[in-house]
């Protein structure tokens, strides 16, 4: 399988890139290609709602990194997202690109049938802070026909390294083995 994989966080050493490290490396383990994009250090603004997508022969007409991602989401049999929760919702860095989704379905690309996984991490300890990341991802899939295949949801962490002490890990790890 093709997976892409798109992280939200800032913190090349946080909770949730350690996350989604151990799902790639249980991923490629199990011979799937994998091309993960880190939205946190890529040029990627808003959608604009111009509705000119594919004018230009790319996805959006105002050229930036989305249109590197667009191409790899096109040919994905599957789409990961990773991220921490900000003020209990996605975080701007890759609200961008889940934004930006819409450039596809406006420019008439396939993109049913694709299954979709969800790696989020958040500091409070209610595990329902992350129905603000949850919700949105998976009613994004439902409109897009992709099956959700798996959560993997760890309250309670939040300086890096946190993560080291649950299960994160090796849940986001256990997750490859749904694709």
Known sequence: MKIAVITGSPRKNGNSFAMTQAFVEAAEARGHTVQRFDAAFLNIGGCRACQTCYSTGKACSFDDDFNRIAETLLEADAVVYAMPVYWYSIPAQIKG???RIFSLVIGG??????KCALIACCEEE???VMDGVRVPIERSAALLKWEMVGEVLVPGVFEAGDIEHTDGCGQAAALAGKF
């Open 109 to 114: 690309k396939e993109v049913a049938g694709k």
């Open 97 to 99: 690109v889940i934004d």
């Open 126 to 128: 209610d595990a329902t």
